[in-house]
């Protein structure tokens, strides 16, 4: 017997902001992603905005508070990388072809709400921009690969920033709904996976890489969260009532938590550490706030409410399917000695470090059982389908002088996971859908705006210093993902 279900959808995952460029082309409008800035493991992504003054200034995007009323924009002098990712938008048909030859079940990809709707506040789209969309799923059918779309994906039009503020503004709800709605409409029978908002807890960590939000504080992360999760229900439903077939999910930045020993002090701060992820997925996937949130927004004296129109669109709203994407674990102390050591590079999720596990070349700690505890987690509580709609391993390939990557790392992380994801399926009778490692070609990094911290099958002849052509070439894993999908997963050698 096979240990993966029969249709498992086998894929890859990116982002427009990180991959499509054609930043000024089709009609496309100024994304929040588009004014942050390249940094690398040591200098920090800035993001630029021009002050009343007319003064232009450049902030860290990690911990940004920016809480005068400025305009957010790109500048001269300043290298921002989503403004050619690594130019899908012009070799959309070489990319894919190379989806069709490994085998691609599923390609996940949002769509660039800027490109539709170019300040986020027209009432008609653009329609240059729906038809970049229509040519890009009509080459996915060609290969027989499903898109899995995100709508959206660490990118918020600037128009809705600058204008009120973006998320933080209660009008953003009904911008969203039209693009939803209008995407719906149009992909009808193109598209029937869907995800609304990529990793959606990291507001909580970066409200502007999330939301297109400059502030940062208890109440401005709530009111980004109400929002985001109204909106969500929204989607949900407009897209149901668009096309019954449409499924439609949620996407979190998950990992399991570990108390960092047995003393009960670690285990209920794990617990309550957990609480931030489980937060979303149990909006999400049940329709109310949990108590623990609503108690927690009292102790911070955080204004909350929900009318009773509200609290049913989040009741109406559920999704169908719960995805999340998987890098590594956390792990949580209380021992003052302990805290001094911080996990280097556990990005959004924390913790100190933890003694059993290596970490990769940017300190993301590698956990493939923290994989299998985490969908039994998520199954235990929702009872709900799950899709790992990320998991990888950014790392520094080489592109030999004959054009070959000997990426045997990468095929290693993924092996590894890939079996935690059976013994799930198998042992633990996990209903998993499908799984779309990260980067499946290579692209701009959201935490550090790199090229060369490369998750990719395919390496894409793009340098930081702006040298390179962009061509394309199979690395090993390549040829090694190809082997896993045509065996549905038998074949991991
Ligand atoms: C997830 C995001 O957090 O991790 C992706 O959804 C991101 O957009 C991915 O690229 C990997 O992170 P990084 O910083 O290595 O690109």
């Known amino acids: 017997m096979s240990r993966f279900p029969e249709g498992f959808l086998w894929g890859g995952a990116t982002a427009a902001n990180q991959f499509e460029g054609g930043f000024s082309e089709g009609g496309k409008g100024v994304n929040s992603s588009d004014c942050t800035t390249r940094g690398s493991r040591t200098k920090p992504r800035m993001v630029t905005y021009k002050t009343k003054d007319g003064e232009v200034k450049a902030v860290p995007m990690f911990g940004m508070n920016v809480t005068e009323d400025v305009e957010y924009g790109c500048f001269e002098g300043y290298d921002y990388p989503s403004h050619d990712g690594i130019d899908f938008y012009h070799r959309y048909k070489e990319d894919i072809a190379l989806f069709g030859e490994m085998g691609f079940k599923t390609f996940r990809l949002s769509i660039n709400w800027a490109r539709i709707f170019p300040t986020g506040m027209e009432e008609t789209p653009n329609e240059e921009g729906l038809k970049f969309y229509d040519d890009v799923f009509d080459e996915c059918a060609k290969y027989g690969i499903k898109p899995l779309v995100t709508l959206s994906h660490y990118e918020t039009p600037i128009g809705l920033a600058n204008a009120w503020g973006s998320w933080t503004d209660a009008?953003?709800?009904?911008?969203?709904?039209?693009?939803?709605?209008?995407?719906?409409?149009?992909?009808?029978?193109?598209?029937?996976?869907?995800?609304?908002?990529?990793?959606?807890?990291?507001?909580?960590?970066?409200?502007?890489?999330?939301?297109?939000?400059?502030?940062?504080?208890?109440?401005?992360?709530?009111?980004?969260?109400?929002?985001?999760?109204?909106?969500?229900?929204?989607?949900?439903?407009?897209?149901?009532e668009i096309d019954p077939n449409n499924k439609v999910g949620n996407m979190v930045a998950y990992g399991a938590v570990y108390p960092y020993t047995c003393h009960p002090n670690d285990v209920i701060a794990s617990k309550q550490k957990a609480h931030d992820t489980h937060f979303y997925f149990d909006v999400q996937a049940r329709g109310y706030y949990p108590s623990?949130?609503?108690?927690?927004?009292?102790?911070?004296?955080?204004?909350?409410?929900?009318?009773d129109e509200e609290k049913e669109t989040l009741k109406n709203g559920t999704v169908d399917f719960l995805s999340f994407s998987y890098y590594m674990s956390s792990v949580v102390s209380t021992d003052p000695e302990v805290l001094g050591k911080k996990a280097e590079g556990n990005m959004g999720l924390g913790g100190v470090p933890n003694p059993y596990l290596k970490a990769s070349d940017w300190g993301w700690q590698i956990d493939p059982t923290g994989l299998r505890i985490a969908l039994n987690e998520l199954w235990e509580r929702y009872q709900k389908p799950l899709f790992i709609v990320e998991n990888g391993m950014g790392a520094q390939d080489v592109l030999e002088a004959d054009k070959t990557c000997h990426d045997d790392y990468h095929i290693d992380y993924l092996r590894d996971h890939i079996k935690a994801m059976a013994d799930a399926i198998n042992i633990d009778g996990v209903e998993l859908w499908g799984y779309t490692p990260w980067g499946c070609i290579d692209l701009v990094s959201a935490s550090t705006g790199e090229m060369h911290k490369r998750y990719g099958f395919i390496y894409v002849d793009y340098q930081d210093d702006g040298t390179g052509e962009g061509d394309r070439y199979r690395k090993d894993s390549f040829y090694w993902y190809k082997k896993v999908i045509a065996s549905n997963g038998e074949d991991l050698d």
Request: charge should be positive.
């Open 171 to 240: 009008r953003t709800i009904e911008c969203f709904c039209r693009y939803v709605k209008t995407v719906g409409e149009r992909y009808k029978g193109k598209v029937e996976y869907w995800l609304t908002f990529n990793e959606i807890n990291i507001a909580g960590m970066s409200p502007w890489m999330s939301s297109g939000v400059g502030a940062n504080n208890p109440q401005v992360v709530a009111d980004i969260s109400k929002h985001q999760l109204i909106a969500s229900a929204k989607a949900v439903q407009i897209l149901h």
């Open 292 to 307: 623990y949130k609503l108690k927690e927004y009292e102790r911070e004296g955080v204004s909350f409410s929900l009318t």
